[in-house]
């Protein structure tokens, strides 16, 4: 996978997606035009036509990319051999820093869901963001499936998985909408914000 950092991948058609991730964070899906992310690149709007037929092209990978991003960081908990409850906890904390790691993909796929929800369009367009929605709730679903193992040991509590797992998520992806980098203030600093925000979302589920 191209990392969503720009920095880890020079490759024009990355470059160009991390451009474009980083404006519809800061301008808003709607506001952005493709002269805006050129401007930022420091290019001409061909060159991002060479590489993306519209900006609903780049939005839809960006939204491709910020789910990889999450799946691959929590795979390898997820398949870990260890009690639900300690692979729950650990593949919070993985999707908690890749969102912070790739938040400017987090808040570019949140804010154009919903402008693709309120607005007209193609029906390629509305095929495709049916299909990473789905990705998404499959998403969930791996979450919910590892808090329903864990209370099956024992260890996690829940009268209603399936909608205890909304707010649990809903707590952890947060941290999308109100990280900043002043937040990471020294050695440790941000590992100690990822466990916080971890221990806080899944006290819900975790406390008897």
């Given amino acids: 996978m191209a990392h969503p950092r720009g920095e880890l991948d020079a490759s024009p058609r990355d470059t160009i997606l991390d451009a474009a991730a980083r404006a519809f ?14 401007r930022r690149l420091g290019a001409t709007k061909g060159m991002v036509y060479h590489y993306f037929d519209s900006k609903a092209e780049l939005f839809f990978e960006i939204h491709q990319r910020g789910m990889d991003a999450l799946v691959q960081a929590i795979d390898p908990e997820l398949k870990r051999d260890a009690p639900a409850a300690e692979r729950l906890h650990a593949m919070a904390r993985r999707h908690v820093a890749t969102l912070i ?106 406390a008897r």
């Fill in 25 to 38: 964070m800061e301008r808003g899906f709607k506001a952005t035009s493709i002269d805006d992310i050129a």
């Fill in 101 to 206: 790691e790739t938040q400017h993909f987090q808040r570019a796929v949140a804010e154009g869901v919903q402008m693709h929800l309120r607005v007209s369009t193609t029906e390629a367009q509305r095929r495709e963001l049916t299909r990473l929605q789905n990705r998404r709730r499959r998403y969930e679903q791996v979450f919910l499936q590892v808090l329903c193992a864990g209370i099956e040991e024992g260890d996690l509590h829940a009268n209603e998985p399936k909608l205890a797992i909304k707010p649990v998520l809903g707590a952890l992806n947060s941290v999308i909408n109100w990280y900043h980098p002043r937040y990471d203030t020294g050695p440790g600093a941000l590992d100690a914000l990822v466990e916080e925000v971890t221990t806080v979302a899944l006290r819900g589920v975790t």
